[in-house]
Nanobody, 121 residues
Framework: QVQLAESGGGTVQTGGSLRLSCAAS????????MGWFRQAPGQAREFVTS??????VWSNSAKGRFTISRDDAKASVYLQMNSLKPEDTAIYYC????????????????WGQGTQVTVSS
């Protein structure tokens, strides 16, 4: 069973950048689709981006500003976020999926505890 732990969140001004990291333990991530989701206060969990082990990538409206990458040898996944906006403020979650739709949170069985990202205006 994979355990996930995010890091790298914080407070940044509008237009700034952050790089989130997700470290997996307890197993390899080589056979998982790895995804990033976010949840703002009072809102539903939202898909951000995901990448499978073949190299397929899926992204939401943040495409072009956010980039996912993975290093399977290090069992790690990253989310590079550029040109951040106040509406990007949320808790960001890393998740792992074995099967299912890569953009649907219901496909992800393993989740990290989340890391807070706050973008000030």
């Amino acid at each position: 069973q994979v355990q996930l732990a995010e890091s790298g969140g914080g407070t940044v001004q509008t237009g700034g950048s952050l790089r989130l990291s997700c470290a997996a333990s307890g197993g390899t991530i080589s056979n998982y689709t790895m995804g990033w989701f976010r949840q703002a206060p009072g809102q539903a969990r939202e898909f951000v981006t995901s990448a499978d082990w073949i190299g397929n990538v899926w992204s939401n409206s943040a495409k072009g500003r956010f980039t996912i990458s993975r290093d399977d040898a290090k069992a790690s996944v990253y989310l590079q976020m550029n040109s951040l906006k106040p509406e990007d403020t949320a808790i960001y979650y890393c998740a792992a999926s074995e099967v299912g739709v890569p953009t649907d949170f219901r496909s992800y069985a393993y989740w990290g505890q989340g890391t807070q990202v706050t973008v000030s205006s």
